[in-house]
């Protein structure tokens, strides 16, 4: 290129650069760090900058099942045979191999070319093979549905002698020595790439970077040495594309937030008005134990009206047990299953006492109250009837664990008084 060009005034974005290699690595700390980047690399959740239109054009070329990472990293690691483990070991690290964008033909909209079963993808996963070992890269995923096609390799660093160890097999010295033998390697395969300068803090820098390139004047910028230069540009390139990638995620974010705001207003306004009904209810029952009172105080057959209480007693009690039988013919898993589903039943009031321990069922509409002891579903005890629905669930789910071994049920852990 003419650099004299770019001191007259050429635009910095616009100068045509020579392409640089791209090598970075990640330590996969935890197995919910390992579920997230399962997710992203496998597509399981929305990625902001990803064209879901060009989602076929990805591949995995190592885990074809694609098993989540860290099962994978576990089950390498356990081949090892080691006799001790750190609580801490680092058992997989993600290495990031790709170009900077005008490496990669592209078509008349600008699109990248399908590399699938390229030259550059072989050479990738030769290198990789070669220098960590075939049974250490445990998956190895082409992304082509971004902007530039880029591969995400899963490594177990297991040294040469059977060792796990990050710090040996990624440390200071060998990264650099990485980072200079990839760019190699390209070079050997034939892609017109160069390696990164060395010692640049280039990849320390970020949007600041990008806007800090595009204030400095020209004259500035054409006092810069040459090979200065060229690093300036591909940092305010690069930085460009993550100042748009991170807008997009933004807006994502933001969205995400909204509909997480709405969600618990109208959460709240839900309790709110469950609370509002417990509170007419109760006064309904206060009211009506008042009225009750009065009549029987005046001589209006209190014979005949405590019958009448019994006869409406019962009928609550008929309801009550049918609820709760519909409730246990649902999958149980544990008692509070079943307390839950009474809690939240309208029209009733689940509650402990605080001297006794026991619970306590009450209809708000009639005030009836039943101890859940006395309470028979298809004629036997609630906790009898617990028990046969938690015995039938887990009939039901090992029947379906021996068909899907993969499916287990989930069990559910919710705060509430215990049966009796």
């Known amino acids: 290129m003419q650099w004299a060009a770019l001191r007259r005034g050429s635009f910095l974005p616009f100068v045509r650069l020579m392409a640089f290699a791209i090598l970075r690595v990640e330590k996969i700390k935890s197995a919910a760090n390992a579920a997230a980047k399962t997710g992203h690399n496998y597509r399981l959740h929305p990625v902001p900058n990803a064209n879901e239109s060009r989602q076929l054009l990805n591949q995995e070329l190592v885990n074809h099942t694609q098993r989540p990472l860290w099962e994978l990293a576990e089950a390498r690691v356990a081949e090892l045979g080691l006799k001790r483990l750190r609580a801490d070991a680092v058992k ?61 390799a899963v490594i177990v660093p297991a040294t040469a002698d059977g060792r796990l160890s990050a710090r040996d097999v990624f440390n200071p010295a060998s990264l650099r020595q990485l980072q200079t033998d ?43 040495p040459s090979e200065q230069l060229l690093a300036t540009a591909a940092v305010a390139l690069h930085a460009q594309q993550r100042h748009q990638v991170q807008q997009q995620q933004l807006a994502v974010a933001q969205a995400v937030k909204q509909r997480n705001y709405e969600q618990l207003q109208q959460a709240q306004a839900q309790q ?95 005030g009836s109250q039943f101890d859940l002891s006395e309470l028979k579903p298809s004629g036997i005890s609630v906790k009898q009837a617990y028990e046969l629905a938690l015995t039938r669930t887990q009939e039901q789910a090992q029947q379906l664990t021996s068909e899907s071994p993969q499916l287990q049920p989930e069990e559910k852990k919710v705060r509430g008084p215990r049966l009796k």
Not at 113 to 118: A, E, I, P, T
Not at 136 to 147: F, P, Y
Not at 341 to 366: F, I, M, W
């Open 182 to 224: 990839y760019s190699l390697a390209m070079q050997a395969a034939g892609f017109q790439v160069q390696r990164g300068i060395e010692g640049s803090t280039a990849k320390h820098e970020s949007v600041r970077a990008y806007y800090g390139a595009l204030q400095a004047g020209v004259e500035q910028l054409a006092a810069l």
């Open 272 to 366: 709110q008005a469950k609370e509002k009904q417990l509170a007419e209810a109760q006064t309904v029952i206060v009211k009506n134990k008042v009225v009750a009172a009065v009549w029987a105080a005046q001589g209006n057959a209190p014979e005949a009206f405590i019958t009448a209480g019994h006869q409406a007693r019962a009928k609550q009690k008929e309801i009550a047990e049918k609820l709760i039988d519909f409730i246990l013919q649902k999958p149980v898993h544990q008692e509070a299953d079943l307390i839950k589903q009474l809690q939240n039943a309208p029209g009733y009031l689940l509650e402990q006492d605080a001297t006794t321990k026991r619970v306590k069922l009450t209809h708000l509409d009639s």
């Open 92 to 152: 997989a690290v993600e290495v990031l191999l790709t170009a900077s964008p005008e490496a990669f033909p592209r078509d008349a909209q600008g699109q990248a070319v399908d590399m699938r079963g390229s030259a550059w993808l072989a050479a990738n996963q030769q290198f990789l093979t070669e220098r960590f070992g075939v049974a250490n890269v445990v998956a190895l995923t082409l992304h082509q549905d971004e902007q530039t096609p880029h591969l995400h």
